[in-house]
């Protein structure tokens, strides 16, 4: 951690971050100054050539499409800077239209990186356009020719304006995320002013940009990491929960009357506390129980279900990031609740991970156990190959096919056990194989939203499958009773 002061044309401080991190925090009640201090900070940067900066402004007008006009005045030396800085609409202005190209300049400077390194298995859309679309519930992100393309996960083409606030805001602040990263200059310290980036989103979607913005941070070398400083200014307790449980984040409070914010880590205790209250919006519109998850693949194939069921599967996930602290949750929320309530419940679900079996209650809090290795074994099942226009005997014909092709892949050997096994290597661990399940069985869905809709399909309905493998079999008898008979 550093300090990193600011000063204007006559050398004297104007802005101060004291402790600074790769991660800078910046909380603050409403006219505290959050934004005018981003905005001097960015508008100090512009004379000190030592500096890069990116001001993102909460102001994100327009549609995420290309747009002629927006192209030629970028070209201006200073005009974007000028616009954003301003932090409010102007005559033609589209912030989104500039997003769209700062993902035009990323798409280069990924393909640049590449011309000397073996790029075999690698491309923009995997490496990049993929991990936006993780981010959103009902719509993903191609390249196209030659516009970037939105489809449905049922395939149909979605007009650039016909995405909702929340995709489009997604999609535009992760451009430049994007942008910002893959264009880090290592003679300078490298400076993005993020200010509301969680306005219009979902604290769900909030939670999720947050950690797409830790996965871009990691994709750094530790040389690039060190010239990154990242200034978020927001009142998102999704946002500042997930960010909080990264070694790189700190956080700090801007005052009305200071130009000096005093950045700190966050303790371990409130890291643990955190996710209970990362969703706030959702725990205050519904009673949902929460059920406590084992890692971010359960949580977000648990959203997925609850958001495709329509209301029907209640639930409020909540993100453990191991197991000790699976532990330490449980034990703190039938602590809480039954300070609470007069009849509190509350839910964790684990991974088998090879050993199923019952568990016991913490408390109110009853604790499941998945019945197979973990929750990407569910893909397995005969409902889920169904959801991806398969079963298993087809796709073990699919998997040979592939397999034939694909004589010298990494993962072939789990692959070809798992196509000749008799369980579906059920108490295995099989996370390398989950993306070639579904890419095998020809679907492009992301493998958490086949889960997820596979889960809220089966809603209310009884086992069908007598093969052992139904999807009921993989969750165990307490899961299907308690979220979805």
């Known amino acids: 951690m550093v300090d990193l002061v600011f000063k204007g044309e006559e050398g004297k401080p104007v802005a101060t971050l004291v402790g600074a991190n790769c991660i800078n925090i910046i909380l603050g009640r409403n006219g505290s100054g959050k934004s005018r201090f981003l905005r001097l900070v960015d508008s100090y940067i512009a ?41 409010q609409v102007q005559n033609g202005f589209s912030f989104k239209a500039m997003s769209h190209l700062a993902l035009r300049n990323a798409e280069n400077a990924y393909l640049r990186r590449l011309q000397n390194t073996d790029a075999r298995g690698r491309s923009f859309q995997t490496d990049c356009l993929d991990p936006i679309g993780k981010m959103l519930a009902n719509v993903s992100i191609e390249q196209g020719t030659p516009d970037f393309l939105f489809r449905t996960f049922d395939g149909t083409l979605v007009n650039p304006t016909e995405l909702s606030s929340g995709e489009s805001e997604t999609i535009a602040v992760a451009s430049e995320v994007l942008s910002f990263f893959l264009s880090v200059d290592p003679s300078k310290i490298n400076v993005l002013l993020l200010d509301e980036p969680d306005v219009h989103l979902h604290p769900d979607l909030q939670a999720r940009f947050g950690q797409y913005l830790l996965d871009r941070l990691a994709a750094l070398d530790e040389s690039a990491r060190k010239k990154v400083v990242v200034c978020i200014a927001t009142h998102s307790t999704a946002l500042v929960c997930v960010l909080a449980n990264s070694e790189f984040a700190v956080v700090g409070t801007k005052e009305f009357d200071s130009q000096t914010v005093q950045l700190s880590t966050v303790s371990e205790d409130i890291k643990k506390v955190a996710p209970f209250f990362g969703h706030p919006l959702s725990l205050s519109l519904s ?132 196509v000749s096994s008799n369980d579906r290597l059920k108490n295995v661990k099989i996370k390398n194989l989950r993306l070639l399940i579904v890419a095998i069985a020809k679907s492009t869905k992301p493998w958490e939203v086949v889960v997820g809709q596979t889960l809220a399909g089966v809603k209310g309905l009884q086992p069908t499958s007598t093969t052992g493998f139904s999807i009921f079999d993989f969750l165990g008898d307490g899961m299907r009773e308690t979220f979805l008979s």
């Open 287 to 418: 009673n949902d129980p929460m059920l406590i998850l084992e890692g971010e693949d359960d949580e977000r194939v648990w959203q997925q279900a609850a958001r495709s069921a329509q209301g029907k599967i209640r639930v409020f996930p909540v993100l453990a990031h191991s197991v000790d602290q699976q532990s330490d949750l449980e034990v703190f929320c039938d602590k809480m609740l039954r300070s609470i309530y007069d009849q509190p419940k509350a839910y964790s679900l684990r991974d088998g991970d090879g050993t199923p079996g019952p568990l016991s209650a913490v408390g109110c809090v009853t604790r499941f156990r998945l019945q197979c290795y973990a929750i990407e074994n569910l893909l397995l099942s005969d409902e889920c190959l169904g959801k991806l226009g398969t079963d298993w005997i087809r796709f073990q014909a699919l998997a040979e096919e592939w397999m034939a092709n694909n004589a010298g892949h990494k993962d072939l050997p789990l692959l070809r056990e798992l």
């Open 47 to 87: 004379n000190d050539n030592n500096y890069r900066a990116v001001y993102v402004t909460p102001e994100r007008t327009g549609s995420f499409q290309r747009d002629g006009n927006i192209e030629t005045n970028m070209a201006s030396p200073g005009w974007t800077v000028n616009v954003r800085r301003a932090n």
